[in-house]
Nanobody
Framework: QVQLVESGGGLVQAGGSLRLSCAAS????????MGWFRQAPGKEREFVAA????????YYVDSVKGRFTISRDNVRNTVTLQMNSLKPEDTATYYC?????????????????WGQGTRVTVSS
């Protein structure tokens, strides 16, 4: 498995930006598709974005398209989620996840390694 550690969460005003990072170690990172999920209090975990093992293919949930960007660095073993134009409804704990698949997937069951999460709070 891949060990994952997220960072970069915090408190930001609506319209602001945050950059989440996920550092990976363990299993070969460069052969793993990566994803970001989020979970707001009282709600189920929700897919946010995913990126293929090569970084060529990305996929986003409709609510973040045009505002969030997922990227990866297979030399530094990191995946990043740049979040712009943040809204109060983006408030959640954000989780980085690694899949044994090469391609992007929105299904949490297809991810076998998870980070501990980083909290994002967007004030109105």
């Amino acid at each position: 498995q891949v060990q994952l550690v997220e960072s970069g969460g915090g408190l930001v005003q609506a319209g602001g930006s945050l950059r989440l990072s996920c550092a990976a170690s363990g299993r070969t990172f460069s052969t793993s598709a990566m994803g970001w999920f989020r979970q707001a209090p009282g709600k189920e975990r929700e897919f946010v974005a995913a990126i293929s093992f090569s970084g060529v293919t990305t996929y986003y949930v409709d609510s973040v398209k045009g505002r969030f960007t997922i990227s990866r660095d297979n030399v530094r073993n990191t995946v990043t989620l740049q979040m712009n134009s943040l809204k109060p409804e983006d408030t959640a704990t954000y989780y980085c996840a690694a899949s044994s698949n090469y391609g992007v997937t929105v299904h949490p069951d297809e991810y076998d390694s998870w980070g501990q999460g980083t909290r994002v709070t967007v004030s109105s």
